[in-house]
């Protein structure tokens, strides 16, 4: 399995609280995604990184933000978490864009 | 227009039979094309990439038609351990990958 981690596992907020999720990939790959995961919509991408401090946004971007430091982290954060929110996130790694993404266990996260 | 579409099912056969499901896709020019496999609650894992000649792996084929711009993924002789959502994976016009919303499969005994 591709070394890929995400913590915390689980997490419940409430609104308008900051969140943090990180995503730890020990497989050097250059590209890194955030994904969130609803009944109904698939997995949706939020945002994305091609390497360190280069992000791009995704199709569900707002409300949400990002950084890379490290080639092997990458930080999603909630500036202030809402209701609509809540929802599993994973976190993916690829070589190359348009390569197969390997994903993390995921995060879920209840905002109430 | 969504990018990648598939019948979400669900698809209820007798173990041993065989499953076979499309999923169409929006940009003719896309070049990479890949089937996941995602079990409730766990994340998506990467079953097999997807060749313009059509592959195998095992018990599983995977076909590629350009033409009608859709792939399909056929499992023969069911296990009960088949049962999961399948996901399409196609990448768009920003060379991105696109997910499917998944067409789920549930093997009975």
């Known amino acids: 399995d591709a070394g890929i981690t995400q913590s915390p596992r689980h997490k419940v907020t409430e609104t308008g609280t900051p969140v943090t999720l990180r995503c730890h990939q020990t497989e050097n790959h250059r590209y890194m995604y955030w994904y969130r995961q609803d009944p109904g919509h698939g997995l949706r991408l939020i945002h994305y990184s091609y390497g360190v401090k280069d992000t791009d946004k995704g199709e569900v971007s707002d409300g949400y933000s990002v950084s890379r430091s490290k080639t092997e982290d990458f930080l999603l954060t909630l500036e202030s978490a809402t209701s609509s929110q809540t929802s599993v996130y994973f976190c993916?790694?690829?070589?190359?864009?348009?390569?197969?993404?390997?994903f993390g266990p995921g995060t879920r996260l209840t905002v109430l | 227009r969504k990018e990648v579409e598939q019948d979400p099912g669900p698809f209820n056969v007798p173990e041993g039979a065989t499953v076979a499901f499309n999923c169409t896709y929006s940009?003719?020019?896309?070049?990479?094309f890949f089937w996941y496999r995602q079990d409730c609650r766990k994340e998506p894992k990467l079953l097999m990439s997807v060749y313009s000649s059509g592959n195998e792996d095992g018990r599983f084929t995977a076909q590629l038609n350009r033409a009608s711009q859709y792939i399909s993924l056929l499992i023969r002789d069911s296990k009960l351990s088949d049962s999961a959502t399948y996901l399409c994976?196609?990448?768009?016009?920003?060379?991105?990958?696109?997910f499917g919303a998944g067409t789920t499969v549930t093997v009975r005994a």
């Open positions: 940009n003719s020019a896309s070049q990479s």
């Open positions: 993916a790694i690829s070589e190359e864009i348009y390569n197969e993404q390997f």
């Open positions: 994976v196609v990448n768009g016009n920003d060379y991105k990958l696109s």
